[in-house]
C-alpha cells in the first residue's frame, strides 16, 4: 500500500515576514525610502530643522572662519563687525518685519482715530499740524503713547484744544446775547460786562495752555519748533480768534452798555477803559476821544478786581 504523498504546507505569514525582516540586509531588500510618505519624519510632524553653517572655500563654518579672522583685528573693531553682524540678522529676521508691519499699522490707526476725534471736535488743522510736528523726533514706542494720550484726552473731553474750543463757543454766545440786548439797567450791565472779561481772559488762558502742551511734546527747550509753536494762530471758524477779540467789541460803545459805561472802540477786550473812564482820551484816537465826550453823562465805573487784574498781566 502506497503512503499518500504529503503536500508542502505553507509558511505562516508572521514566519515570512520575520525572515524577511531577518534577512532584508544581507540579501539588500531594502524598501525605498520616501520622506512624505513617512509620518513618523521630522518634516512630517512639523519639526523645523537647524540650518547648516555656511561653508566657505577653506571648509571651515561662516562663524569660525570669521572668528579665525577676527583674532587679527582689533577690539573696537571686532565690536563693530559683531553689531554689524546683528544688525543685518535682525534685518533678514522675518519675526523683527513682522513686529515693524503691525507698529507701522497700529501708528496708522491710532493716527486716523485722532484725526476724526479733532474733525469731530471742530479742531482747526493748523493745530493738527503742529501737533504731529511737535511729537515727529521720538521714537516708535513714545510716538504711540504721545497719541494714545491724545486719544484718551479726546475721548475724556479734557484735552487742552477741548476746552479752548469750548471757551470761544461761551464767549461767542455771549457776546451775541449783548448784541441782542436793547435795554439794560446799571446791575445786569455790569454783570454782562464782567463776564465778557472772565471769557475773555479764559480764552486767553487756554490758549497758553494749548501751546504749552505742544512746547511739552518737543521736549528740548533748544527745539527751533518752539518759536514757531509760540507764534501758532488760534484759528476759529477760519479767523484768527486773537486778532478778533481786539475789534469785536466795539459795538458796545453805541449799545446800552456804553450809556452806563466808557467803553472804547477798538483794542480793549478786558474793558479796562470802563474802570477809569477819566483815562480814556489818554493816548487815543480822536475818534474815541469824540465818543468819551459824548459820554459826560455816563459815571459808572466797572473797576476790575486785583485778581483779575494779575491774572490779565501774567
Not at 213 to 232: E, M
Not at 235 to 246: A, D, Q, R, S, V
Not at 253 to 262: C, P, Q
Amino acid at each position: 500500500m502506497s503512503k499518500p504523498v504529503r503536500l508542502p504546507s505553507k509558511p505562516s505569514p508572521s514566519k515570512h515576514k520575520r525572515q524577511d525582516w531577518d534577512s532584508r540586509f544581507v540579501l539588500g531588500r531594502l524598501h525605498q525610502y520616501s520622506t512624505p510618505q513617512d509620518i513618523y519624519s521630522p518634516k512630517s510632524m512639523g519639526v523645523k530643522s537647524r540650518p547648516r553653517p555656511l561653508q566657505r572655500a577653506g571648509g571651515f563654518p561662516a562663524r569660525r572662519a570669521e572668528n579665525a579672522s577676527n583674532k587679527n583685528l582689533g577690539t573696537k573693531q571686532r565690536q563693530s563687525q559683531c553689531f554689524s553682524a546683528r544688525g543685518q540678522q535682525r534685518a533678514a529676521n522675518p519675526k523683527a518685519e513682522s513686529d515693524n508691519l503691525i507698529t507701522q499699522r497700529t501708528v496708522n490707526m491710532l493716527r486716523k482715530e485722532v484725526v476724526y476725534l479733532w474733525s469731530a471736535n471742530g479742531v482747526a488743522s493748523e493745530y493738527q499740524k503742529a501737533y504731529f510736528e511737535s511729537i515727529s523726533h521720538l521714537q516708535m514706542a513714545p510716538y504711540i503713547q504721545a497719541l494714545a494720550v491724545e486719544i484718551d484726552k479726546l475721548y475724556n473731553r479734557n484735552s487742552p484744544v477741548q476746552g479752548l474750543n469750548k471757551v470761544i463757543k461761551k464767549r461767542e454766545a455771549h457776546i451775541e446775547k449783548l448784541r441782542n440786548a436793547q435795554e439794560v439797567d446799571e446791575a445786569e450791565a455790569r454783570e454782562d460786562l464782567n463776564r465778557l472779561r472772565d471769557l475773555t481772559l479764559a480764552v486767553g488762558e487756554s490758549a497758553t495752555n494749548m501751546r504749552k502742551q505742544l512746547v511739552n511734546n518737543c521736549g528740548s527747550s533748544k527745539d527751533q519748533r518752539i518759536k514757531k509753536i509760540k507764534r501758532l494762530p488760534i484759528m476759529y471758524e477760519g479767523t484768527n480768534y486773537l486778532i478778533k477779540m481786539m475789534s469785536d467789541t466795539e459795538f458796545l460803545s453805541e449799545s446800552g452798555y456804553g450809556k452806563i459805561f466808557a467803553i472804547r472802540r477798538l483794542n480793549d477786550p478786558f474793558l479796562l477803559a470802563a474802570a477809569n473812564p477819566q483815562a480814556v482820551t489818554k493816548g487815543t484816537s480822536k475818534r474815541t476821544q469824540i465818543t468819551v465826550l459824548k459820554q459826560k453823562e455816563s459815571t459808572a465805573e466797572l473797576p476790575v478786581s486785583s485778581q483779575l487784574l494779575k491774572r490779565i498781566k501774567a
